[in-house]
């Protein structure tokens, strides 16, 4: 019987190794970074051709390779880190497997030239495919280079599962930012194709690559921290509460000089917020754990990106206090229950021993989540007001347009609250309900019940509101059924066939803004932007670049209502960059309308007056699918008399 099991070739081998390894080019720019930073380099340029597949090359000064090293540095598990599995315990670099040169060269064309520095002149080692290499010697520069050319020619599958260009160099950006923040004391520089992209100083201010990473508008107000326990020490920088993202993808976690991901360190971090910023929302952090790497396990993938801790709950409560305890004494926190009169705000007591479990104080009538969204408009960034300390004066850019005014703010009031914000002829009908709608015009219709005889087939024809619960849900009756009508999640269906109506009848035109509002962003924000600039302009929004990760809004679609167009198409940006995929222009305009149509709605808590539940649920009966929000949540639960009577034992 002839064996079934046998030994693959090494040429197999590194080719599935490659596929753990090096997942697309920005695994390769990583890998060969690492390497760069092992090798002691103080400067770091990186060159990027299109999405990385035909070129990368990193060049460094550190301290190269001789004729002995260069050939042995391409074979797998060839290591210069460790030698013995017992090392891991004391484990001070970044790489240590021996396998990403190996499996680099097994899909590409490697060439690696290096010289030490004692030495005249250097070597070039170039091989492709894993093949045998040819060494030659040359002149160059001490440190070394590596060029990695025509990536996955040999492996095509790999290659049609690549994303865009522009999405393949984000994401190469987004590592080399990140790696920076890891090591601010070495200079960075990453040039696509010619043009620097980004430029690091290498001086060791953590703010300052900070400001070269995400912009100069976000480092300024972040906050730095250094504390030291018995087994760790955190430094970093975290934001402020008003200064936060819709998503986590602005945290960057490093651990003595790596960049790793963890979701448990990421929890530690959102429990030192707690209280401080609303659901859903998250800081801004760079921060650095010093330890013994005998604490804490990077073997788990290939990549080194995950990692494992021991003594997780201590590691979490120190991690915790220390975020909490430093936004606590760096300033007054903004108080999420005082709208009108952030300057006011009482000053924490700092002086009192640290209490783990401590929540903020709340007013007596309560913090809803809603009050506190309204306030913050769900932007993703620069949320609250705030107060400069050496003015005085409100730094918070003001929309160009007026806001409508909070509707906690007029409850009690002989004030009508805009329902149908953006909408002036439906606003002027609830105005002076007296006055006859035009029944030309869909959106200014008000209910009545002579509007809606010989509609008898439609459920909500013949249903009028009673009540208010909770100020969330309208109550309606027909004297039969009784309706719970979700009022969010009603006016956001309303909204969003409205809306889409108008992108559909090609009336998205822009309009201009009286004074053009500059937006900083990353650079992986940016190579979103440009991806799909087209479909921005084609939707209504009018860029011009204004320098290094800036641009110039100058107008926005008509349909922006109101709300700020300039955190709008952050939040849209950041969205994208969260799904992580290639949409289509559809899926995009209908990303933007669910956005617009959210943003426009009414919301929970809001207190509505009889006339406007009548509104709402007239507007409601004319769509085309009344019965579920554009996300899929029901609008509407309905209760029978039979089934009251039922619970009530009515019914024998």
């Not at 001789?66 to 598990?77: F, S, T």
Request: with cysteine; charged share 20%.
């Amino acid at each position: 019987m002839s064996s079934v099991i046998h030994i693959l070739d090494s040429h197999s081998a590194n080719q599935i190794a490659a596929g753990e390894v090096v997942e697309r080019p920005v695994s390769v720019v990583k890998e060969l970074v690492e390497n760069a930073l092992d090798a002691g380099a103080k400067h770091i340029d990186i060159a990027i051709e299109e999405n990385g597949v035909p070129l990368i090359r990193v060049r460094d000064d550190g301290r190269g390779m001789g004729a002995e090293d260069l050939p042995l540095a391409v074979l797998r598990h060839a290591t210069s880190k460790i030698t013995r599995i017992q090392d891991l315990d004391h484990l001070q670099t970044l790489g240590f497997r021996g396998e990403a040169l190996a499996s680099i060269a097994s899909v590409s064309t490697l060439e690696i030239t290096s010289r030490p520095s004692a030495e005249i002149s250097g070597l070039t080692f170039t091989l492709t495919g894993g093949e045998p290499g040819l060494l030659q010697e040359v002149g160059c520069p001490s440190g070394t280079s590596v060029t990695v050319r025509n990536l996955f020619f040999n492996t095509p599958a790999r290659l049609k599962f690549l994303k865009s260009k522009a999405t393949e160099f984000g994401l190469i950006s987004d590592t080399v930012g990140r790696l920076a923040l890891a090591h601010p004391q070495i200079a960075f520089s990453l040039a696509h194709p010619a043009q620097v992209v980004l430029q690091t100083s290498g001086r060791g201010d953590l703010k300052e690559t900070m400001g070269a990473v995400f912009g100069q508008g976000i480092a300024r107000q972040l906050i730095a921290l250094d504390v030291q326990n018995q087994d760790w020490r955190l430094t970093g920088l975290i934001s402020p509460p008003e200064l936060v993202r819709t998503t986590k993808q602005a945290q960057t976690f490093m651990i003595n000089g790596r960049v790793v991901r963890s979701s448990f360190l990421s929890n530690a971090v959102e429990e030192g917020y707690r209280t401080l910023i609303p659901v859903k929302f998250h800081p801004i952090v760079a921060l650095h754990l010093y330890g013994p790497p005998s604490d804490y396990d990077v073997n788990v993938h290939p990549t080194k990106m995950d990692v494992k801790f021991k003594n997780e709950s201590d590691l979490s409560s120190f991690i915790s206090r220390t975020i909490y305890q430093t936004l606590l004494k760096s300033k007054p926190l903004p108080s999420f229950h005082s709208h009108s009169e952030p300057a006011l705000r009482p000053k924490p007591d700092t002086s009192a021993p640290f209490n783990p479990s401590y929540d903020p104080p709340v007013s007596s009538e309560g913090v809803k989540a809603g009050e506190v969204l309204r306030e913050i408009k769900n932007d993703g960034e620069f949320l609250l007001p705030q107060i400069s300390p050496e003015t005085g004066e409100n730094k918070r850019t003001e929309p160009l347009t007026k806001e409508p005014v909070p509707i906690n703010e007029v409850k009690g009031s002989n004030q009508q609250i805009n329902l149908f914000q953006g909408h002036p002829a439906t606003q002027k009908s609830r105005d002076n309900s007296a006055e006859v709608p035009n029944p030309g015009k869909q959106e200014e219709r008000v209910f009545t019940e002579t509007e809606n005889e010989g509609e008898s087939k439609d459920i909500l024809s013949s249903f009028w509101p009673i009540g208010q619960l909770f100020n969330t849900y309208i109550l309606a009756t027909d004297g039969n059924v009784l309706l719970l009508i979700d009022q969010h999640a009603a006016h956001e269906r309303i909204n969003y066939e409205r809306i889409l109506s108008e992108f559909q009848q090609r009336k998205q035109a822009s309009q201009a803004l009286l004074i053009p509002t500059p937006m900083e962003f990353t650079l992986q924000e940016e190579q979103v932007l440009l991806e799909y600039l087209w479909i921005l302009s084609e939707m209504g929004f009018v860029l011009e670049q204004f320098g290094s990760q800036t641009y110039l809004l100058r107008g926005v679609p008509v349909q922006t209502g109101n709300f700020p167009a300039d955190q709008l198409l952050r939040q849209f940006i950041e969205e994208v960059l969260q799904k992580n995929a290639t949409p289509s222009y559809d899926k995009l305009l209908k990303e933007w309308i669910y956005l617009l149509a959210c943003k426009e709605s009414i919301r929970a808590q809001d207190s509505l007056t009889l006339l406007e539940m009548e509104q709402l649920i007239s507007r409601l009966r004319q769509t085309e699918n009344p019965y579920t929000c554009p996300h899929g949540r029901p609008t509407t639960i309905k209760i029978t008399r039979a089934e009251l009577e039922k619970r009530f034992y009515r019914v024998l």
